[in-house]
T-cell receptor, first 114, second 115 residues
C-alpha cells in the first residue's frame, strides 16, 4: 500500500537553529499538507500546497515557516529559527483530491527544541 | 476558528464491550472522517462520511454523519486489544472541485482496554 514517508523520525535541535523536515508524498498525489501535534493535544493544520504554491495556511504558519517542493518527489517544511514551543510531532500528508480516502498521513517527525 | 469537541475524553472498558464516542462542531462540514492514532504514529483513516445522515460500517466500526452536519458518532463493537489508541474525528468543508481543503481535527478520545 502506498505510503507517505517522513525523515527524520526524530530531530533534536537547539533553540534558534533552522530545521528542515522532509516528506515524500504518494507519487500520484497532487496536494500536500503539513500538520503538527503538540504532545497530548489534537492535530492542527499548518499549510496546504498545490501546483507549487501555498493554497492555505493557518495562523500558526508564520514567517518562520516555509514549504518547498524542491524536486518531483520531496516536500519540505523549514522552520527558520526554532523556538521551544515548536516542539511537536509534525505530520506530512498527501491527497489525490476529493474525499477523505486518499488523504494519507506519514508517521511523523518528532521535533524537540532544547 | 472551527472547533470540534469530542466526548468522552477517555474511556476505560473491558475487552468485548461496545464503545461509543461522538464529535460536535461549532460549524458545518460536508465530510466527516474518523482516524485512529497509535503512539508515535500518524493518524490512520478508519471511516469517511460524505452525506448528512449517512451511516457507514467498516468491520466492527460504524459511523454516522449527523443530519445537522455538525456532529458525528463512531461505534466500535466487541472491542479487542488492538482497538487501544486515540480516536480523532476530523471535518472537512470542500468548497472546490479539487478537494484539497484542510482537515479540522477533534480533541480526541483515548481508548484503554482493561485486562
Amino acid at each position: 500500500e502506498p505510503e507517505v514517508t517522513q525523515t527524520p523520525s526524530h530531530q533534536v535541535t537547539q533553540m534558534g537553529q533552522e530545521v528542515i523536515l522532509r516528506c515524500v508524498p504518494i507519487s500520484n498525489h497532487l496536494y500536500f499538507y503539513w500538520y503538527r501535534q503538540i504532545l497530548g493535544q489534537k492535530v492542527e493544520f499548518l499549510v496546504s500546497f498545490y501546483n507549487n504554491e501555498i493554497s492555505e495556511k493557518s495562523e500558526i504558519f508564520d514567517d518562520q515557516f516555509s514549504v518547498e517542493r524542491p524536486d518531483g518527489s520531496n516536500f519540505t517544511l523549514k522552520i527558520r529559527s526554532t523556538k521551544l514551543e515548536d516542539s511537536a510531532m509534525y505530520f506530512c500528508a498527501s491527497s489525490g483530491g476529493r474525499g477523505g480516502y486518499g488523504y494519507t498521513f506519514g508517521s511523523g517527525t518528532r521535533l524537540t527544541v532544547v | 476558528g472551527q472547533q470540534l469537541n469530542q466526548s468522552p475524553q477517555s474511556m476505560f472498558i473491558q475487552e468485548g464491550e461496545d464503545v461509543s464516542m461522538n464529535c460536535t462542531s461549532s460549524s458545518i462540514f460536508n465530510t466527516w472522517l474518523w482516524y485512529k492514532q497509535d503512539p508515535g504514529e500518524g493518524p490512520v483513516l478508519l471511516i469517511a462520511l460524505y452525506k448528512a445522515g449517512e451511516l457507514t460500517s467498516n468491520g466492527r466500526l460504524t459511523a454516522q454523519f449527523g443530519i445537522t452536519r455538525k456532529d458525528s458518532f463512531l461505534n466500535i463493537s466487541a472491542s479487542i486489544p488492538s482497538d487501544v489508541g486515540i480516536y480523532f474525528c476530523a471535518g472537512r468543508f470542500e468548497r472546490s472541485n479539487f478537494g484539497n481543503e484542510k482537515l479540522t481535527f477533534g480533541t480526541g478520545t483515548r481508548l484503554t482496554i482493561i485486562p
